[in-house]
């Protein structure tokens, strides 16, 4: 399995910006998809965005996101990132990465290895 761990979380006003990071440690990272999820107090884990392991494999995204985040990835430097542009109260939520051997899945259940999550909280 892949380690993994974000950084990046933070309290942000209502149309804001924020940029996530989510550092890998071993060998097998630059083979697995790359998602990130988020989780906001009493609700369910769901799915943000995906990026497959090679660069013409695509990604994948929340209808609730498109448009406003961008997944991508430097296996060169082990670590994923989520851009988020015009960030809205509902986005706050904490914030995991998940690597998964599987093709650009969106059912958290795909995804063996998870980070500890940074909380992001976006203030109107």
């Known amino acids: 399995q892949v380690q993994l761990g974000e950084s990046g979380g933070g309290l942000v006003q209502a149309g804001g910006s924020l940029r996530l990071s989510c550092a890998a440690s071993g060998r097998t990272f630059s083979s697995n998809t790359m998602a990130w999820f988020r989780q906001a107090p009493g609700k369910e884990r769901e799915f943000v965005a995906a990026?497959?392991?090679?660069?013409?494999?695509?990604?994948s995204y929340a209808d609730s996101v498109k448009g406003r985040f961008t997944i991508s990835r430097d296996n060169t430097k082990n670590t994923g990132y989520l851009q988020m542009n015009s960030l809205k109260p509902e986005d706050t939520a904490v914030y995991y990465c998940?690597?998964?051997?599987?093709?650009?899945?969106?059912?958290?259940?795909?995804?063996?290895?998870w980070g500890q999550g940074t909380q992001v909280t976006v203030s109107s």
């Open positions: 998940a690597a998964s051997r599987a093709m650009l899945p969106t059912d958290p259940a795909a995804f063996p290895s």
């Open positions: 990026i497959s392991w090679w660069s013409r494999g695509g990604t």
